[in-house]
């Protein structure tokens, strides 16, 4: 299903207020346990974006064309691309308290996702709420109601960030459709 897609539309989402101490250390603390299986979580992050998202497959050229969760989770490009966003997700995390790294991070990211690999910012949105989703099956002990809306809060300022770079770049819809 790509209902998310149609909802890209209004992919504007309120900016969120910075994230209060008791969050951060809920983020710190349920991330350490989710890092500890990243490499897994990494990859079941985003078969299932690949899988429920099939258009987003569409940026890489090795398997854009395979379907099956289990081809996908074999290939050596998603597999590359999921250590990138745990790595880059875990710098994060453990730099929530300066947010000029924060800034440079998502700077760095909307930067190469928008002019070298021109991928949608959409896709952002969607991915967000994937890893929210795989996180509380995996960790139902860790991501309890409030440790998940904690993570809503903080993808969203990475959303939020995502897109404003996208902005500053001139980002437009049709630098997808004219390649
Ligand atoms: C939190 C979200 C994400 C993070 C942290 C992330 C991280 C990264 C990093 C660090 C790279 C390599 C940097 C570079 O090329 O300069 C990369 C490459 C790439 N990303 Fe992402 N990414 C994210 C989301 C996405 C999404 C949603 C898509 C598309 C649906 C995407 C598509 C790509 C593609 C096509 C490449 C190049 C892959 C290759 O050369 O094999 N990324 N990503």
């Not at 995390?93 to 990211?109: G, I």
């Not at 690999?117 to 949105?125: A, C, I, L, R």
């Amino acid at each position: 299903m790509e209902k998310a897609q149609e909802d890209g539309k209004s992919d504007h989402l309120e900016r969120p207020g910075p994230l209060t101490d008791k969050e951060r250390v809920m983020i710190q603390d349920s991330w350490a346990k989710v890092y500890e299986n990243c490499d897994d979580a990494g990859v079941a992050i985003l078969v299932r974006l690949f899988v429920n998202f099939p258009s987003s497959k569409q940026y890489f050229s090795q398997f854009k064309h395979i379907e099956e969760a289990e081809d996908l989770e074999k290939s050596a490009q998603l597999r590359k691309h999921a250590q990138r966003v745990m790595n880059a997700l875990n710098t994060l995390v453990e730099n929530l308290e300066n947010a000029e790294k924060v800034a440079s991070v998502l700077k760095s990211l909307g930067k190469a996702h928008a002019l070298r690999h021109k991928v949608d910012p959409v896709y952002f949105k969607i991915l967000s709420g994937v890893i929210l989703e795989v996180l509380g099956e995996a960790f139902p002990q860790v991501v309890t109601p409030e440790v998940g809306a904690a993570w809503t809060k903080l993808l969203a300022t990475v959303y939020c960030g995502i897109s404003a770079v996208y902005e500053e770049v001139g980002w437009t819809k049709l630098s997808t459709s004219s390649g």
